[in-house]
């Protein structure tokens, strides 16, 4: 599954590159939903199979993994260097998303009505941090933010090749996270545990 995700993001990034996208837009949406599909096919899948609970706690485990776990190894590997627009930007995002998705689960319940928020909310954050990333920001030196991205996304794929590795990564997403989810509910019940833990670790 990881290895189709990697696929995926690069069959998909190389298609939208030979078709003219910009490499910012590229790297906020093809690159940034390509690196999250594993946990979002998993969750979709895991709702499919009436597994809510293996759904919701995969998306809040996936989340506390890479706010903690990431970044920690990262900072054992070498010190992390942040810049103070970071904290005061982007951070607070991450707090206010996290809150929000909270108030909507409150109730133990994550309706219709509040998926569709959540997911038009995400739009419209890659579309303002699209827009300040335009910006010019005086005193900042760092690298444009496409330059995060640039190993993303390939100078010269061709696009049948994109199709090829953007269709073989999908369908290798799509098969391990049905397979994974199927483990996930296998492994809840020889165990005798509850699906949520199950997702959250």
Do not use: C
Not at 110 to 123: D, H, P
């Amino acid at each position: 599954m990881v290895w189709g995700a990697d696929r995926f993001v690069y069959g998909a990034a190389g298609l939208a590159s030979n078709l003219g996208v910009s490499r910012l837009v590229i790297g906020l949406t093809v690159v940034a939903f390509g690196t999250s599909a594993p946990e979002m096919l998993v969750s979709a899948m895991a709702a499919l199979a009436g597994s809510r609970e293996i759904g919701v706690g995969n998306a809040v485990g996936s989340n506390i993994t890479n706010v903690t776990l990431v970044l920690g190894a990262a900072a054992l590997v070498r010190p992390l260097s942040i810049h103070s627009r970071l904290l005061i930007r982007e951070i607070p995002v991450l707090f206010l998303s996290m809150a929000v998705a909270w108030a909507f689960l409150w109730d133990g319940e994550l309706s219709r009505l509040e998926g569709v928020l959540l997911i038009v909310g995400m739009f419209l954050l890659i579309a303002w941090i699209g827009t300040q990333g335009r910006k010019a920001d005086p005193g900042y030196s760092d690298p444009p933010p496409d330059a995060f991205v640039d190993d993303d996304i390939p100078d010269a794929l061709p696009t049948a090749k994109a199709i090829v590795l953007f269709s073989v990564g999908l369908v290798l997403l799509l098969a391990g996270s049905r397979v994974l989810v199927w483990g996930a509910i296998g492994i809840a019940r020889d165990l005798g545990v509850s699906e949520l833990v199950v997702g959250l670790t």
